[in-house]
């Protein structure tokens, strides 16, 4: 069985390696990443591994952004130090999801359900994941506040999220601003990515509140949203392909 491991974090990638080889299975970790990047490198270059382990949060972003960049046929099991990302593990190629620290014990349970569906991943599973998409519902209203009050916004009516020295808030279509108890990597979870798009580090845009996009220095990308922001908007060169697929331009 061969094995990838991706995670930024050199303790947490030599716990599981020590946690693996005290199961005594016939593996081999063939593979070992710290970022998206490096992740799809790895993966477009090892063809036949059997197994991956993806930790949630690494440096440069959601490991689910590696589900985005090339379509990965092999089974995830993820890992992370918070349980804000199960749903979406499950729609990717998930089967199972392991809280940090790891314990001998969960994993042990992980790599039995590994091998109960190893024969029939390929067709099995992506009716599973699908059948959970399916039943799953992404966040169709959010509660910001204003004046010590909480008022109740559809999703829809959200332009855009940003952050500012670490608050979070939205502002609607209407020009209204509330401040939200979600972080922007909350958010980018559980909003449909068909609506809307982590853009930068300091923004989510909902798809209808973009009405321009323009080439920009260092090949960025310049958004120009309805209603405004007090800052420029950009997308990285490394995301513009993307942006223009969500925006089907």
């Known amino acids: 069985m061969k ?29 070992e990443a710290g970022s998206i990047e490096e992740a799809v490198e790895l993966l477009q270059q090892n063809k036949d591994l059997d197994l991956a382990f993806f930790d949630v ?8 952004e590696i589900f985005r960049r090339l379509s990965v046929d092999l089974p995830v099991v993820f890992t992370t130090a918070y ?7 499950f729609q990717t190629n998930g089967i199972d999801y392991l809280l940090k620290p790891l ?5 042990s349970r992980a790599m039995l359900k590994f091998h109960q569906l190893k024969s029939h991943f390929a067709t099995d599973i992506s009716d599973l994941v699908a059948q959970m998409s399916e039943k799953s519902t992404y966040l169709r209203r959010i ?15 959200v332009a855009w999220f940003t952050t500012r020295h670490k608050i979070t808030l939205l502002r609607t279509f209407e020009g209204e601003s509330l ?10 979870v559980l909003l449909d ?3 809307f798009r982590r853009v930068n580090r300091q923004y989510i845009v909902n798809i209808t509140a973009v009405q321009q996009i323009k080439p920009h220095y260092k090949g960025k990308l310049l958004l120009k949203l309805e209603p405004g922001t007090e800052d420029e908007v950009t997308v990285s060169q490394e995301q513009a392909a993307q942006m223009r697929d969500w925006l089907e331009i």
């Open 3 to 31: 094995v990838l491991i991706v995670e930024d974090e050199l303790p947490a990638r030599e716990r599981l390696k020590n946690l693996l080889s005290e199961l005594h299975l016939p593996l081999e970790i063939v593979a």
């Open 57 to 64: 949060q690494l440096s440069d972003g959601l490991s689910f």
């Open 83 to 89: 349980d804000a990302y199960l749903l979406e593990a």
């Open 103 to 107: 314990k001998r014990k969960e994993l």
């Open 143 to 157: 509660a910001g506040s204003k004046a010590n009050a909480l008022i109740p916004v559809k999703v829809e009516e």
């Open 179 to 188: 401040v939200v108890n979600k972080t922007l990597a909350n958010l980018e």
């Open 193 to 195: 990515p068909r609506q």
